[in-house]
């Protein structure tokens, strides 16, 4: 386990310090329409208004900042889809750094120009596991760069668990919090978060029935690597790591999974009732609430809106 560097609360309280100048503070918000539908007291931690949108900007952040001055001469490598690849782009713009963004060629159109516009060189590749990583590997023996991984990466954990401090520092009292589960590197970060400031708050994670990876390994107890997912939540395709697996392993209370109809379903529902625009990958966690009413009714629960970056002109629903 200590080859794997699992983060503690403190090294996420540090990450805070750290980021703390370069993060947005995001909202905490709540609609009564939502409590009343849902029996429930509802508050929505808002990473759709973090910077590029997203909650990946924390962790690439403080990944960025734990480098050296030599190691960011070299640049920083990383591969995805989408979010991470933006919030690595900004966060290596902002210490001057040259970023090289391995994107597939199937990624959203509004997350490549995204990343494009953060100034990161971009090279797409096949939309496999494999392209992406034999590109970025490529380009770690042509520069030198330092490979930032999405989600199994120890600084990165400990980004996105900054997310979890924040809402339990402002509503102390909730019962439950759910987040969603792709890699794991959110949920890493906020179970260690919560746990470590409350072992009363219940940690779920919400997982697409499409791509259940997480669900299938936390349930049976060991680590399913095989993973041929089918969603419409791009940001949750990803498999666990060894690291995440363990971390979820001792620190989730439940997964649940969500049908694709709740997902879209859900994520109109925000947009109707709080007029705001989450990606689908946000929306599993009101999903599992949709599905599960019983077991959250008369509770106070945090949601973990993971991000807003979605095509407008793609929408499901």
């Not at 509004?110 to 590749?125: D, F, S």
């Not at 089918?230 to 949750?236: E, K, M, R, S, V």
Request: aromatic fraction near 8%; include cysteine.
């Amino acid at each position: 386990m200590n080859d794997l560097k699992i983060p503690v609360t403190a090294d996420i309280a540090s990450a805070y310090e750290k980021i703390k100048p370069y993060v947005h503070k995001t909202p905490v918000l709540s609609s009564s329409l939502l409590n009343k539908m849902f029996s429930a007291e509802l508050y929505f931690k808002c990473e759709n208004f973090q910077k590029v949108g997203a909650f990946k900007f924390r962790g690439a952040a403080n990944a960025v900042l734990s480098l050296s001055e030599e190691e960011l001469s070299r640049g920083l490598v990383t591969h995805s889809s989408g979010n991470h690849a933006a919030a690595l782009s900004l966060a290596a713009k902002m210490r001057g750094a040259k970023a090289y963004i391995v994107m597939p060629s199937n990624s959203p159109e509004v997350k490549k120009r995204a990343v494009a516009g953060y100034g990161a060189e971009i090279r797409y590749c096949e939309p496999n596991l494999r392209a992406r990583e034999d590109t970025a590997n490529e380009i770690i023996k042509e520069t030198g760069a330092a490979f930032i991984h999405a989600y199994d990466n120890f600084n990165v954990i400990c980004g996105q668990g900054t997310t979890g401090l924040e809402l339990v520092w402002e509503y102390p009292d909730l019962d439950i919090v759910i987040g969603p589960v792709g890699g794991g590197g959110l949920m890493s970060g906020i179970s260690i978060a919560v746990k470590g400031l409350s072992s009363d708050i219940k940690v779920y994670g919400a997982e697409p029935l499409g791509a259940d990876d997480a669900y299938r390994s936390l349930k049976s107890g060991r680590h399913i690597t095989h993973h041929k997912p089918d969603t419409i939540a791009d940001g949750l395709l990803t498999t666990l790591s060894k690291r995440t697996f363990t971390i979820l392993s001792e620190n989730l209370d439940d997964i649940f999974t969500v049908t694709e109809e709740s997902i879209i379903e859900c994520m109109r529902l925000i947009w109707e009732r709080m007029k705001i625009i989450v990606e689908p990958s946000s929306a599993v966690t009101l999903a599992v609430i949709a599905e599960n009413p019983a077991l959250f009714r008369n509770r106070k629960v945090g949601l973990v809106l993971s991000g807003g970056n979605v095509d407008l002109g793609n929408l499901p629903f």
